[in-house]
Nanobody, 127 residues
Framework: QVQLVESGGGLVQPGGSLRLSCAAS????????IGWFRQAPGKEREGVSC????????FYSDSAKGRFTISRDNAKKTVYLQMNSLKPENAAVYYC????????????????????WGQGTQVTVSS
């Protein structure tokens, strides 16, 4: 079965860092654009970042720019989201999602455009 599993979430202090992982099974990531989304209680799910199937193109939300970095290792069938300088407002459940594409989508941040989703990993930012 096609599965995506997020890991790496946890509790960090403001200003701290976490690296989230999105591991795929049942399919190859070679032709899949991967997006990271997050959802806080009472809020809409929002796009955080995405990476093209080749790994050569990336996008970030305004809040993520300069602090978060997305990367991928297709051999390991894993995509990463390095999060630095974390703020309390970054606390949320983070999800990864995949869609088969050869070129990155101009509307990468639309969650309905993705085919497969993980179950999410909780990120808490608190002193």
């Amino acid at each position: 079965q096609v599965q995506l599993v997020e890991s790496g979430g946890g509790l960090v202090q403001p200003g701290g860092s976490l690296r989230l992982s999105c591991a795929a099974s049942g399919f190859s990531l070679d032709y899949y654009q991967i997006g990271w989304f997050r959802q806080a209680p009472g809020k809409e799910r929002e796009g955080v970042s995405c990476i093209s199937s080749s790994g050569l193109s990336t996008f970030y939300s305004d809040s993520a720019k300069g602090r978060f970095t997305i990367s991928r290792d297709n051999a390991k069938k894993t995509v990463y989201l390095q999060m630095n300088s974390l703020k309390p407002e970054n606390a949320a459940v983070y999800y990864c999602a995949a869609v088969s594409r050869r070129s990155i989508s101009a509307i990468w941040y639309i969650d309905r455009g993705y085919e497969y989703w993980g179950q999410g990993t909780q990120v808490t930012v608190s002193s």
